[in-house]
């Protein structure tokens, strides 16, 4: 069985654990803080983030990306990478835009300012969010969701006719933000009914079940028909 460290409502570290869903992968998940920079974990990744994944023959592998390219290289390549050259480039620009256009100006600014700081200490940032950056996060989502929106409308799935990477990055993100009621989901009926697609597959499930001590999601959250 692999092992996964992971924080929970981090959004890289849910792209793996659906992929590992959509792999029939089992992992047992190690819920780890980056911020407590343990000395065991650091010595699995000396940059002391998540996710970190550890396989079978113990093989640690760091970072999203390199833990999605890992997956399809010594499990199943076509699972979540299309075929063709072409179409495995928009896969990788769309992982990209995720988890660094979206990152940068919406999941930093409503996830990281309203869950990470709460847990960590004042000398790494923690306190009390900046206004500013959620009223900024709170801005941009809508931007990003239609977008989301235009690209379901175009195909099947975000990045062509199959489930991909693009899939999972993007509702890893969104779930995130959506754990905190903040996404706008009646300004975009395209972006809500792919939305609804992923989070009824059964690598959803799990994270429809995590929980932030003393922060509960709100009921749709979990609600399938939300």
Not at 61 to 86: C, F, K, N, W
Not at 119 to 146: C, S, T, Y
Not at 173 to 202: F, M, Q
Request: aromatic fraction near 10%; charged fraction near 25%; proline fraction near 7%.
């Amino acid at each position: 069985m692999v092992t996964l460290y992971h924080f929970s409502l981090c959004p890289f570290s849910r792209t793996i654990r659906l992929a590992l869903g959509e792999y029939d992968l089992a992992a047992e998940l190690v819920e780890e803080r980056p911020w407590d920079r343990r000395e065991d974990f650091m010595a699995l990744n000396p940059a002391g983030t998540v996710p970190v994944l550890v396989d079978d023959d113990g093989s640690v592998v760091s970072g999203d990306g390199v833990i999605a390219e890992y997956l399809a290289e010594t499990r199943d390549p076509l699972r979540l990478m299309p075929q063709s050259p072409r179409e495995r480039a928009e896969v990788r620009r769309l992982v990209a835009w995720f988890d660094r256009k979206f990152d940068e100006e919406v999941s930093q600014n409503l996830v990281a300012e309203k869950i990470h700081r709460r847990f960590m200490p004042r000398e790494m940032g923690g306190g009390a969010p900046d206004a500013a950056a959620v009223r900024a996060g709170l801005a941009n989502i809508r931007h990003h969701l239609n977008y989301i929106g235009y690209l379901a409308r175009q195909r099947n799935w975000l990045a062509g006719e199959n489930l991909s990477y693009a899939d999972l990055a993007a509702a890893a993100h969104l779930s995130c933000v959506d754990y905190l009621g903040h996404v706008p989901w009646d300004e975009n009926a395209d972006a809500r009914t792919w939305y609804a697609r992923i989070k009824s597959r059964p690598s959803f499930r799990p994270l429809l079940s995590d929980h932030v001590p003393g922060m509960k999601p709100p009921a749709a959250y979990a609600d399938l028909d939300f």
